[in-house]
């Protein structure tokens, strides 16, 4: 499963209140799959090596059978957990719970390698895996600065530096400025290592992020690497909610934000407000399929890319993201079958000429030649990893769009650009008897990212 490098925060998707579920995959969807499927299978022969996905199944109308979670447990095998990430466990879980909330459905491990949340015992579908209270919160945005990202990133420093003996438990557990986790975040790369992206967009936007945390510490009297590193931490785990009181805001959800990422995952995040009496918000992750105790519990970042294209402007849930936002969010690319899709349809988009320009500079085989460097930095890895998965998104579009012109099925399937439905009418009229203004409108924030509103963003 593609996934973080280290513990990541989720984006918030379905973080609104209100939100309907995702809807499932349509049959001509389903078709499509298919055909990518085939086209992977050729791709790997011909020496492109795509996978991951050859691991995965093929995407299907019936997704309720599958499940969310890749990692499986090893009988006879040793903890998952080290010691260190026992005490540091115990020592948040501690903190969380003196706050109201509840996190003992999980504990912290590496079965993968890298830290993440393993089920402490086996878990039903429907049932809350993490429970938090609006209390077990840390707000670093409000509805009036949340469009602005150094906001939160001046924030997150603040906290650091004033309040990080009461929030030990949760801060010490942060990847700190210099962190190998902090080195994938395009934000922290050369000008040299953003242009082995080839995808001159997504340097464009990082270039803007800069400035903003320059001029932001050039008023603080810090360095520019601290603000940097708050925007970084604030991009990879504040979520974006909807308060019926409050409006958008952006929130850091202690041990919620340790998740790892599945794209095929069918856990979601969950918002439950109380307007009678005290006013009160219940976040929780809730298994969207049964957990075995000692499988790693992961849920998708950003948008599931196995949903029907278009829906005809009335989607559910959020847009499925583009690996270009995974990098620049959270410092990983996604590898599975169902994000390459949806690289690769944007790429062969009209938008996406001026990145298939950029990525003619070099070929498949020079990247994967560049990567045997032992003495690459990470950054530079990142970089070339990053092109080199775009390349294959291309090939392997390509071949699917041959294998349904030359099966007939083309005319049946119909790529139209989907429209998020974050906010129904019940929500609307929510927030209107609040006198609470909201943005129905596309756009995109001060960093170039799109309307937290209207995204997971």
């Known amino acids: 499963a593609a996934s973080s490098s280290g513990a990541r925060a989720t984006p918030g998707a379905g973080a609104i209140v209100g939100m309907p579920p995702s ?47 890749a990692v ?29 909330g509840n996190v003992s459905a999980v504990a912290m491990g590496s079965p993968s390698g890298m830290r993440g ?39 997150i420093l603040r906290l650091f530096k004033e309040e990080r003996e009461a929030n030990a438990p949760y801060f010490d557990l942060i990847p700190p400025l210099g ?6 975040m395009p934000d922290f790369f050369a000008e040299g290592d953003l242009a082995l992206l080839q995808h001159p967009p997504a340097a464009e936007k990082t270039l803007k992020r800069r400035k903003i945390c320059e001029d932001r510490a050039a008023e603080l009297g810090a360095t520019v690497e601290e603000v940097v590193w708050g925007l970084c931490t604030a991009a990879q785990r504040s979520f974006t909610v909807l308060s019926p009181i409050d ?31 005290v006013f009160e918000g219940t976040f929780k992750v809730v298994a969207g399929s049964s957990i075995k105790k000692g ?25 499925a993201w583009t690996n270009d936002q995974y990098l620049q969010r959270y410092g990983f690319v996604d590898t599975s079958i169902g994000s390459t899709m949806i690289d690769g349809r944007w790429l062969n988009s009209d938008k996406a000429e001026v990145v298939r320009e950029a990525l003619l500079h070099t070929t498949v085989e020079e990247d994967q030649a560049l990567l045997k460097d032992d003495f690459l930095s990470t950054a530079a890895r990142t970089a070339i990893s990053f092109r080199l998965h775009l390349k294959r998104a291309l090939v392997m579009q390509k071949a699917a769009q041959a294998a349904l ?10 790529i139209k650009e989907a429209k998020p439905h974050i906010l129904p009418d019940s929500v609307k009229a929510q927030l209107a008897s609040q006198g609470i203004a909201f943005n129905e409108g596309g756009g995109e924030d001060a960093s170039g990212s799109p309307d937290m509103l209207l995204s997971s963003r």
């Not at 962190?179 to 994938?184: A, K, L, P, R």
């Not at 012109?405 to 119909?414: E, F, I, P």
Request: some cysteine.
């Open 23 to 69: 809807a499932a995959p349509s049959t001509a969807s389903g078709l499509a799959a298919s055909h990518w499927t085939a086209a992977v299978a050729g791709a790997a022969v011909a020496g492109f090596g795509l996978l991951v996905a050859s691991k995965r199944r093929p995407q299907c109308a019936h997704r309720t059978s599958r499940r969310a979670t």
């Open 72 to 100: 499986k447990p090893i009988e006879g095998a040793a903890p998952t957990a080290t010691d260190e990430e026992a005490v540091a466990w115990a020592r948040l879980s501690a903190w969380i719970s003196a706050r109201g």
């Open 117 to 155: 949340l393993v089920a402490t015992r086996d878990i039903a579908e429907g049932e809350s895996i993490i429970e938090l209270p609006l209390g077990a919160t840390i707000e670093v945005a409000n509805n009036e600065t949340q469009r602005d990202p150094s906001v939160a990133a001046v924030n």
């Open 179 to 184: 962190s190998e986790e902090m080195s994938v």
């Open 247 to 277: 409006g958008v805001l952006r929130l850091l959800l202690p041990g919620i934000d340790m998740l790892n990422h599945d794209s095929d995952s069918l856990h979601s995040f969950k918002v439950r407000w109380n307007l009678c009496g």
């Open 295 to 319: 499988e790693e519990v992961r849920i998708c970042y950003g948008g599931s890319p196995n949903r029907p294209d278009g829906c005809d402007g009335d989607c559910k849930g959020d847009v």
């Open 405 to 414: 012109d030359k099966s007939g099925d083309a005319a049946l399937v119909k």
